[in-house]
């Protein structure tokens, strides 16, 4: 069975450091790997996608995931972290392309002033 | 371009009771698909609906159900409420056939069982 783990439940990062969020997957085959973002009391907002091709791919708002097969992970970062980037983060995978989207249990963001 | 609305956005209800959620997927997109959120933890999928049929479903009981009607707009229904069913619940459309289509959601209803 598909699965994703968010290892951390907290992430604290100082305003315009490098921030990054983990996230490790475990499919039966090649995976779509997905990250959004949840801002409160709001449903998520796409962020980016892996689906295949080049390992780092960019998405909205200057984050960008690196795709790491071997270590099937697909970690969220970001070169310069923004106060409004504090929200809660979803790492997902889907396997097949009409599979249903399986979503990690989030990691809280908090960026520090 | 309009996107995935969800009604109501909160609703309380007792337990033993029956609720029906609605959502109006995002223009030009054919699948939808529930999500229960509970607090503090990821979405939970339910199910998905395509072509008006149900073509996947989560570790839920029989009691959730749900219809897509021709417009593409869909219901979630949940029946025999329990405590536990108190969480956000989420709709999100997509597009079948576009193999790196993500989720669109909607902003969620949040379903109180008391």
């Known amino acids: 069975a598909q699965s994703v783990a968010q290892p951390e439940d907290q992430v604290n990062v100082a305003e315009g450091n490098p921030l990054t969020v983990k996230c490790t997957y475990s499919v039966s085959g090649n995976p779509y790997l997905f990250w959004y973002v949840q801002y409160p009391n709001r449903g998520l907002q796409f962020l980016l996608k892996?689906?295949?091709?080049?390992?780092l791919v960019k998405g909205s708002y200057g984050f960008e995931a690196e795709f790491n097969k071997s270590q099937t992970s697909f970690h969220l970062k970001k070169p310069s972290a923004l106060v409004s980037d504090s929200a809660l983060y979803f790492c997902?995978?889907?396997?097949?392309?009409?599979?249903?989207?399986?979503f990690g249990k989030g990691t809280r963001l908090h960026i520090l002033p | 371009e309009t996107g995935v609305t969800q009604s109501p956005t909160h609703l309380i209800k007792t337990r033993g009771q029956q609720v029906t959620l609605r959502c109006s997927s995002q223009s030009g997109h054919n699948t939808v698909s529930w999500y229960q959120q509970a607090l503090g933890q990821g979405p939970q999928f339910i199910f998905q609906y395509y072509r008006e049929e149900e073509n996947g479903r989560g570790n839920f009981p029989p009691r959730f159900s749900g219809l897509q009607f021709p417009n593409y707009s869909s219901e979630l229904n949940v029946n025999a409420l329990e405590l536990d069913d108190s969480a956000l619940y989420l709709c999100?459309?997509?597009?079948?056939?576009?193999?790196?289509?993500?989720?669109?959601f909607g902003n969620g209803t949040r379903l109180t069982v008391t």
């Open positions: 892996y689906i295949t091709g080049d390992n």
């Open positions: 999100a459309s997509s597009l079948v056939g576009v193999q790196d289509s993500p989720l669109h």
């Open positions: 997902a995978v889907r396997v097949n392309r009409d599979d249903k989207i399986i």
